[in-house]
């Protein structure tokens, strides 16, 4: 049984002097950024989650632990100096025992205008590194039994992955380095096309490349783990295809509730599933949103949950919400562009200011959020998938598969240890 998660009060980079080795910024409240919010449970489902949360495993497929700056028009100065601060303190509160940290990700500008360099990427994950070896409650894995350490020992496993592979550039190898430094999951795009394959943003998704082909190849050689979550339908499913390994889309919705490429058409999502994979429900803010539920919260959330586990089965799905601690809307505002969001939506999934889902509203309108309830960080995604759960009836069973399980049962076919 896993003992339970502890705060030993480090906080990130309190090895160095602020001020004196680097500019200390106004950060956000991590946890406590908005009003926290708790499916309602009776008390018999207030005592079947606490034990299902220390039988079960818990895996989150995708999401980012740095902590943004309050306000968080000050990123881009922020990211600059290539030191961004981890949730050390809000991780302890939440069930997950491990989470694969995307980093800094399309953020990650140090000395680019554009980031996704090679240079940019190794630095981020080394400081972030260097910060984890300075505590002892997050600890690295590079294997299933890592995993399983992390949760035995009550720490949370931490597992980096980098959602695009532009920066290996055309450099096999790279894929070798990335491994090396303890990168378990890449990303074939990151939704604008690179040497391997087409992204979601592309008018036309040319597919898999002859490059992209080789790269496939040699992650399933090192035991990296493929996301297409951000490639083009043909794309994924050439890189389905190429790969010997079950791939997995990490963070993702269903096309079929809501018009946009950022979410996945039916034939995408039986592929992955009928080669192996796992799909990861996506919650970053006016995402997962549907024509039942147009405002996005956690019923729209788990509305796709609920259909792709109907669409493709409950072995093939699990959570990568993709949140983060901070002002994601806000965020989104800043970085616009370069993280692709108007050319990763289709003409069906522009919001109108102000619209509502109640009568007269259009069906490519939907009400602009400024925080996603239920799902607004990694913690508060960790307590109300488990409390939604146990309050719609899902096994015992079930629930374990979606939380961790069927993320287990992938890494054990695709990492080497």
């Known amino acids: 049984m896993a003992r339970p998660k502890q705060h030993g009060g480090y906080e990130s980079f309190q090895y160095l002097e602020a001020g004196r080795d680097y500019t200390p910024y106004d950060v ?5 950024r908005v009003p926290r919010f708790s499916v309602a449970l009776d008390a018999a489902e207030e005592a079947r989650v606490e034990r299902l949360i220390e039988q079960c495993t818990m895996i989150s497929l995708h999401e980012h632990l740095g902590v943004f700056p309050h306000p968080v028009e000050d990123t881009p100065s922020y990211v600059r100096q290539g030191r961004m601060a981890t949730a050390f303190r809000a991780l302890a509160e939440s069930h997950w025992d491990a989470i694969f940290d995307n980093l800094m990700d399309g953020v990650c500008r140090i000395e680019s205008s554009s980031g996704w360099k090679w240079t940019e990427v190794l630095h981020d994950l080394g400081i972030r590194l260097c910060d984890i070896a300075h505590q002892d409650q997050v600890v690295p894995c590079h294997g299933v039994a890592d995993i399983l350490r992390a949760r035995e020992s009550g720490k949370i496993g931490w597992m980096a992955s980098i959602e695009g592979a532009a920066m290996i550039e055309n450099e096999l190898d790279r894929i070798e380095i990335l491994y090396g430094f303890g990168v378990r ?8 096309a690179n040497a391997l394959g087409s992204g979601l943003k592309e008018a036309n998704d040319g597919g898999l490349t002859s490059f992209g082909r ?12 493929i996301d297409c979550s951000h490639a083009g339908d043909r794309t994924t499913l050439d890189t389905i295809k190429a790969s010997s390994k079950p791939i997995i889309l990490s963070h993702i919705g269903a096309r ?17 599933a009928e080669a192996g994979g796992v799909i990861g429900i996506e919650a970053a803010p006016h995402t997962t949103i549907t024509k039942q539920n147009r405002r996005h919260g956690i019923e ?33 505002r800043v970085y616009a562009a370069g993280l692709s969001l108007a050319e990763s939506r289709s003409s069906a999934a522009v ?39 146990v309050k719609h009836g899902y096994s015992d069973e079930d629930i374990a598969k979606v939380v961790g399980d069927n993320v287990l049962g992938l890494l054990r076919d695709v990492w080497v240890s």
Request: glycine share 12%.
């Open 28 to 32: 956000s409240r991590e946890a406590d």
């Open 185 to 192: 999951m890449l990303g074939v795009t990151y939704s604008e």
């Open 214 to 225: 080789k790269a496939v190849e040699r992650m399933n050689k090192v035991g990296m783990l």
């Open 256 to 272: 079929a509730l809501w018009s946009s490429n950022r979410l996945a058409p039916d034939d995408v999502l039986r592929a992955c």
């Open 300 to 332: 729209s959330f788990m509305e796709h949950f609920e259909y792709i586990a109907d669409l493709v089965g409950i072995d093939h799905v699990g959570f990568g919400a993709d949140t983060l601690y901070g002002d994601h809307v806000g965020l989104h």
């Open 351 to 389: 919001a109108k200011g102000g619209a509502s889902a109640g009568a007269g509203a259009g069906d490519d309108e939907f009400p602009r959020v400024e925080y996603v309830e239920g799902l607004e960080n990694p913690t508060e995604v960790s307590h109300n998938i488990v409390r939604w759960l």
